[in-house]
C-alpha cells in the first residue's frame, strides 16, 4: 500500500479549485494593467509550492517507514524459502503462510490446514478451516496453523488489489476537520460565482472607471477564500507526521492524527503495554495425582511438533523443548492455537495432548477448583493427556519498567483505560494493580452468556477471555457512551477491534494483518511512544484550532460585504494589494506562528463551535465597521485612497483584537508575536516606498477622527457580539 507518486501530489496541490479561482482573478486584474493588485497570485504559488514540498517529504518518509513494516511473503523456489518483496511474487509461486499473516494473493492450498479469518473481505468473524485443495482470497487472515500455498492471482486480477482499487470500499476519515475544509470549499466555491457576477455588475454602476470596478470586485472575492487555511492545516498534518517518525511511528491516515486529539479513553492488551511481551516459566504445579516428570513430558511432546510463534510457545519452548527425538514423523493432527480456542497440541493416534486455559478444555470441577487455586500474577496453563489433567506451568510477564508511568501520563490527561486480553482474570488484575490501574474490576468475558455490553462497559475497566467478536461489541459500546476510542493491538484478533475503533496502533513486531488494519503502528515496538502520540494529536489541532479562527474571521467579514456591495451604492472599501498585506500580516504569518507553539491540551470535541465563537463575532465586527466607514466616507466626501487606508487601519486594529484574545494569556512567543504584527504595520504605513507600493496615504483630520470612531465602537461591537455568541452557541451548536 503505497501513498500517490510525485507527479499525481504535483498534479492534486497544483489543479485545486482555489489555484483556478486565483489565475482567473489575477487575470481580470491583468486585463485592466493593475498588475501590483496581482500580489495575491504570488502568496497563491507559495501555498502550492509548500503544499506540494511538504507532502513529498511527508510521502517519502511513509513510504520508507511502509517499506520497513511491509510483509515479505516466505517463497519456495527450487527447494529453497526466502523472502521476497510482495511485487516479486509470481504466479504459481508457493508461499508459506503461518499464524498472524495476511494472505497476500489468491491461491490454494497445497500441503497443511490453517484457519482463516475473512472478515475483512465478508465482515464474517468465524473461523473457516481450510485442507488440501481449498482456496485462498487474499485479504484474509491466517488466525492458527502453518501451510503451503499456490498462488494464482498477482497484480490487477488479485481480490485484494480489486479491493484496495474500489473507491467504495475506502472508509472516508471520520474527521470533523476534514469534513470543514471540505465544507468551506464546498460552499465558498458555490457562492462565488454568482456573488462575483452581481459584485462586478453593481461597481460598474458606482465606481469611476473599469480597472477601480474591476480590482475592488477582486479584493472582494480574494476576500472570501481561506487558501492560506489549506496549506496550513496540510502543512500542520505533515510536520506532525515527519515528527512521529522519528519515534519510529508510522503514520497511514493522515486525519488520525486530529482523531488522536480528540482520544479520552484507551484500549490496551496487557501483553505488550503494560508488559514487556516477554514471558519466563516460573514453575511447574502437578495436579493431583501427578507428578513434574509427567507435565514436562507430555510438554517436550506438544512443543516437538508446534511451532515458537508467540511469547507463551517461545517462553515455553526456551526451557522444555530440548529433544527433537519426541517429535512423531507421521499418524498425528496438530491442533494450533486459536483465540477463540485458548488452547493448542496434537493428537498422536489415540492420545491427545493439550495445553492452554484450563476452563477451555474441561468442565470437571474438581480440575477448575485446583486451577482457581494458582490465580495470581502469573498465566497459568493447564496440560492435559486425554482430558486428565497432569498438572500446570506458570510463566511470569516482564512488567514494563515505564509501565506505571504510562499509566499516570493516561490519567493526567483525563484518558480513561481499558484493558481487554484474553488471560486470565485474575493474572490481569493483579498486573493492573501493580501498575496503578484505578478500580481495577474485572469481568472474565467467557461466562457471559448474553452480555449487554452498554452495561458491562459502565461497570468494568477489564474484560478478559475476550473472543474477536466480543472486543469488537465492546468498543462499540464504549463510543455508544460518548468515549473516542483508540485500540492497541499485535495480532488477528485484534483486527475486528481495531477497525472498529476511532483510531487503531498497532504494535510493530505483531502480525502483518495488525498493521495493515491499524492506522498507526509502533514500528519501534515500544508502548512508551503511545502519549507522545497523544500529544501531538492535541498539539495539531489546538494548533489548527486557534489558526483556522483567523482564516475563517476574513472569510466571514468577506462573505458579507460581498453580498453588502452589491445591494448599496457605495465603494468597496480595499484593494487587491491590500488585502495581501492584510491576510500575510494579520492572518498567514499569526496563524503559522500559532500552529507551532507547544499545546496539548485536551480536546474536548467543539472543534467547529470553538472556531465559530472566535471567527462570527471579528467577522461581524469588521462588516459593521466597514459599512459604517463607507457610509460616513459617502457623506463626507473622504477620498477613495483615504478610505482604502482607513479601512485597512481600521481592519488590523479588530484583527490584534482577535490575535490577542486567541493568545491569551501572553507568554514570550504570542508577546512577539503581537509586537511584531505592530512593526510590521508600522513599517507599512510610515516606510515610504511600502506605503507608496500599498498605496497607503496620510489621512485628514476628519478621516482619522472617523477611523478612530469607529475602533473604539468596533471594540465595543465585538464585546456584543461575543456575548451574544457565548448565549447562542450551546443551543445552536451543541453538536458542532
Known amino acids: 500500500m503505497k501513498t500517490g507518486s510525485i507527479p499525481k501530489i504535483i498534479f492534486k496541490n497544483t489543479f485545486t479549485l482555489f489555484n483556478f479561482v486565483n489565475i482567473v482573478l489575477a487575470a481580470m486584474v491583468a486585463f485592466v494593467g493593475s498588475y501590483k493588485n496581482m500580489l495575491f497570485i504570488f502568496i497563491a504559488l507559495a501555498n502550492t509550492l509548500i503544499s506540494i514540498i511538504n507532502e513529498i517529504r511527508a510521502k517519502k518518509i511513509i513510504d520508507k517507514m511502509r517499506l520497513i513494516a511491509e510483509q515479505k511473503p516466505t517463497v519456495l523456489r527450487d527447494g529453497k524459502s526466502f523472502q521476497v518483496a510482495p511485487e516479486q511474487v509470481v504466479q504459481g509461486d508457493i508461499v508459506v503462510l503461518s499464524l498472524g499473516d495476511q494472505v497476500m494473493f489468491d491461491s490454494i492450498v497445497t500441503e497443511g490446514a490453517i484457519e482463516v479469518n475473512e472478515a475483512f473481505i465478508t465482515g464474517e468473524a468465524d473461523n473457516i478451516t481450510k485442507h488440501q485443495g481449498d482456496e485462498l482470497v487474499s485479504g484474509s487472515f491466517i488466525v492458527a496453523g502453518t501451510a503451503k500455498a499456490k498462488v494464482v492471482h498477482v497484480g490487477e486480477e488479485n481480490s485484494l488489489n480489486k479491493i484496495q482499487a474500489s473507491a467504495h470500499t475506502i472508509k472516508t476519515a471520520d474527521s470533523k476537520l476534514f469534513k470543514l475544509m471540505n465544507n468551506i470549499v464546498k460552499y465558498i466555491s458555490i457562492a462565488l460565482i454568482p456573488i462575483g457576477a452581481l459584485l462586478l455588475w453593481a461597481r460598474f454602476r458606482t465606481e469611476p472607471d473599469t480597472a477601480s470596478a474591476v480590482t475592488s470586485t477582486v479584493a472582494a472575492l480574494i476576500n472570501m477564500i481561506p487558501e492560506g487555511l489549506i496549506l496550513l492545516t496540510s502543512t500542520v498534518l505533515a510536520l506532525a507526521t515527519i515528527r512521529l517518525s522519528k519515534r519510529k511511528v508510522l503514520v497511514q491516515d493522515l486525519y488520525s492524527i486530529e482523531t488522536l486529539a480528540r482520544v479520552d479513553c484507551i484500549c490496551l492488551d496487557k501483553t505488550g503495554t503494560l508488559t514487556t511481551g516477554n514471558m519466563n516459566v516460573k514453575d511447574i504445579i502437578?495436579?493431583?495425582?501427578?507428578?513434574?516428570?509427567?507435565?514436562?513430558?507430555?510438554?517436550?511432546?506438544?512443543?516437538?511438533?508446534?511451532?515458537?510463534?508467540?511469547?507463551?510457545?517461545?517462553?515455553?519452548?526456551?526451557?522444555?523443548?530440548?529433544?527433537?527425538?519426541?517429535?512423531?514423523?507421521?499418524?498425528?493432527?496438530?491442533?494450533?492455537?486459536?483465540?477463540?480456542?485458548?488452547?493448542?497440541?496434537?493428537?498422536?493416534?489415540?492420545?491427545?495432548?493439550?495445553?492452554?486455559?484450563?476452563?477451555?478444555?474441561?468442565?470437571?470441577?474438581?480440575?477448575?477448583?485446583?486451577?482457581?487455586?494458582?490465580?495470581?500474577?502469573?498465566?497459568?496453563?493447564?496440560?492435559?493427556?486425554?482430558?486428565?489433567?497432569?498438572?500446570?506451568?506458570?510463566?511470569?510477564?516482564?512488567?514494563?519498567?515505564?509501565?506505571?508511568?504510562?499509566?499516570?501520563?493516561?490519567?493526567?490527561?483525563?484518558?480513561?483505560?481499558?484493558?481487554?486480553?484474553?488471560?486470565?482474570?485474575a493474572t490481569v488484575e493483579n498486573i493492573a494493580s501493580i501498575v496503578g490501574i484505578k478500580d481495577a474490576h474485572g469481568v472474565d468475558m467467557s461466562t457471559e452468556k448474553s452480555p449487554n455490553y452498554n452495561k458491562l462497559v459502565r461497570d468494568y475497566n477489564i474484560f478478559t477471555r475476550v473472543t474477536p467478536p466480543q472486543k469488537k461489541e465492546l468498543i462499540t459500546a464504549l463510543k455508544k457512551i460518548g468515549l473516542t476510542v483508540a485500540m492497541t493491538g499485535d495480532g488477528v484478533n485484534d483486527i475486528l477491534a481495531m477497525k472498529e475503533a476511532d483510531c487503531s496502533i498497532a504494535i510493530g513486531e505483531g502480525s502483518d494483518a495488525a498493521r495493515r488494519s491499524a492506522k498507526l503502528v509502533l514500528l519501534g515496538s515500544d508502548f512508551a511512544a503511545v502519549p507522545p502520540i497523544i500529544d501531538e494529536g492535541r498539539q495539531s489541532i489546538n494548533s489548527l484550532e486557534r489558526s483556522t479562527a483567523l482564516f475563517l474571521a476574513k472569510t466571514v467579514y468577506a462573505s458579507i460585504l460581498a453580498v453588502l456591495f452589491v445591494v448599496l451604492p457605495l465603494s468597496y472599501p480595499f484593494t487587491p494589494v491590500e488585502m495581501s498585506l492584510l491576510n500575510f500580516a494579520c492572518i498567514g504569518y499569526p496563524a503559522f506562528i500559532l500552529a507551532l507553539e507547544h499545546n496539548t491540551e485536551r480536546i474536548k470535541n467543539r472543534f467547529l463551535k470553538n472556531i465559530l465563537q472566535y471567527s462570527f463575532p471579528i467577522g461581524l465586527t469588521v462588516s459593521v465597521a466597514m459599512l459604517a466607514l463607507s457610509i460616513t466616507a459617502n457623506i463626507l466626501n473622504i477620498p477613495r485612497a483615504e478610505l482604502t487606508t482607513a479601512s485597512v487601519l481600521i481592519t488590523f486594529a479588530i484583527d490584534l483584537v482577535l490575535i490577542y484574545w486567541i493568545s491569551r494569556p501572553l507568554n514570550l512567543l504570542r508577546g512577539g508575536l503581537f509586537l511584531s504584527i505592530l512593526a510590521i504595520v508600522a513599517c507599512a504605513f510610515f516606510i515610504t516606498f511600502i506605503r507608496d507600493f500599498f498605496e497607503f496615504v496620510y489621512l485628514s483630520q476628519n478621516t482619522l477622527i472617523t477611523t478612530a470612531s469607529i475602533i473604539a465602537g468596533s471594540i465595543v461591537i465585538f464585546e456584543i457580539m461575543k456575548f451574544i455568541m457565548g448565549k447562542i452557541s450551546p443551543r445552536f451548536l451543541r453538536k458542532a
Open 286 to 425: 502437578p495436579a493431583e495425582g501427578s507428578d513434574e516428570n509427567a507435565v514436562i513430558n507430555a510438554l517436550e511432546l506438544i512443543l516437538a511438533h508446534l511451532p515458537a510463534d508467540n511469547a507463551t510457545s517461545r517462553a515455553l519452548h526456551a526451557k522444555f523443548a530440548r529433544s527433537a527425538k519426541n517429535r512423531v514423523t507421521g499418524g498425528f493432527e496438530l491442533i494450533p492455537f486459536s483465540s477463540d480456542r485458548k488452547y493448542s497440541g496434537v493428537r498422536i493416534e489415540k492420545t491427545e495432548y493439550l495445553i492452554g486455559a484450563l476452563e477451555f478444555m474441561t468442565e470437571d470441577k474438581d480440575y477448575l477448583k485446583q486451577g482457581r487455586k494458582l490465580k495470581g500474577i502469573y498465566r497459568v496453563l493447564a496440560v492435559m493427556k486425554n482430558k486428565k489433567l497432569l498438572g500446570f506451568v506458570r510463566l511470569e510477564d516482564e512488567i514494563r519498567k515505564d509501565a506505571t508511568d504510562i499509566v499516570e501520563y493516561f490519567y493526567q490527561n483525563n484518558v480513561d483505560i481499558r484493558i481487554i486480553s484474553g488471560d486470565d482474570l
